[in-house]
């Protein structure tokens, strides 16, 4: 077989590989945001205060930005095959956790280790689908990575915008642990699908790896991996606990409602999301400091 035939086939067996991670990851970023959803109005009926149910999602927010950290070098040493397993079976076990267990064991501490192997599973199939992006897309291509991350991501915003929706309504019709069996069983379609399908890698492993080499040496993009983690705990903070809470209590929505609202907006910006590069052309730090500057005028605007 020739050379050209070969980089053929081997281009066509990443497409089929990145399209199974793709779909598992789909599976698993519809889960999560029904497992906020349920896990948030669930407690908060029980008589949880506020503040103990922001505390829930406290170890799915720092063993998330860990995953992040380490993600990457068990990627490069194991695989991305390994590391989509793992996000996938963590999330099992994580909804294990709450669907099989009496209700007498579901107090905040229990809880807080299901939430962080949940954020453990999240980080770990997300990153697994992005970093696939790169074996698939050509790189004499500019700008077509830009365009498929942004693709990629603005499909999850929107499919955790339909997960927000699932759980609100499993939540009103089956209640909570029911509701998290049926969940569990969209996350093992998902790594059954990975397990039949996927031949292979995606990628070479590199048992050389070191764990130095996952930090970059340009300031700029780590500036920019600091900034993100205040921007999603700032975002946390009010649409994950506040705003859902607020519609819950003083508006006076039902579970379902409030789950279409949270499903709608995130759908909303995942659009936004996927067609970014159509209007921003030519990105580098300079346009996103620009932008950022922009739209931190709003939500201090709503502050005000």
Do not use: H
């Amino acid at each position: 077989m020739s050379t050209p035939d070969v980089a053929a086939e081997q281009r066509g067996g990443d497409l089929r590989n990145y399209a199974v991670v793709t779909g598992a990851y789909w599976a698993d970023t519809i889960a999560d945001g029904a497992i906020r959803v349920l896990v948030l109005f669930y407690f908060y009926e029980l008589g949880y205060s506020p503040l103990q149910v922001a505390s829930l999602f406290l170890f799915y927010e720092v063993f998330g930005i860990i995953t992040n950290l380490v993600g990457g070098y068990i990627a490069a040493r194991w695989g991305l095959k390994s590391t989509l397993l793992g996000g996938l079976t963590f999330q099992l076990a994580a909804l294990a956790m709450l669907a099989l267990v009496p209700e007498s064991w579901l107090v905040v501490a229990y809880v807080m280790v299901a939430q962080a192997l949940s954020g453990i599973a999240k980080d770990l199939t997300k990153m697994s689908s992005k970093s696939a992006v790169k074996l698939v897309v050509p790189q004499d291509t500019p700008g077509a990575l830009y365009k498929w991350v942004a693709i990629l991501t603005g499909s999850k915003n929107a499919l955790k915008g339909v997960g927000f929706f699932l759980g609100g309504l499993l939540l009103t019709v089956i209640g909570f642990q029911a509701a998290l069996g049926c969940i569990a069983g969209l996350v093992a379609a998902g790594l059954a699908g990975t397990l039949i399908f996927m031949r292979g890698d995606l990628g070479t492993p590199d048992a050389s790896a070191k764990f130095r080499q996952m930090f970059s040496n340009n300031r700029s993009v780590n500036l920019l991996a600091g900034a993100r983690i205040f921007l999603f705990a700032s975002r946390d903070v009010w649409f994950v606990v506040g705003l859902p809470v607020y519609l819950r209590t003083v508006m006076g929505w039902s579970f379902w409602q409030v789950g279409i609202f949270m499903a709608v907006w995130t759908i909303g910006y995942g659009i936004v999301q996927a067609t970014a590069p159509r209007f921003v052309k030519d990105p580098d730090g300079r346009t996103a400091a620009k932008l950022a500057f922009v739209l931190a005028a709003f939500p201090a605007a709503i502050a005000i």
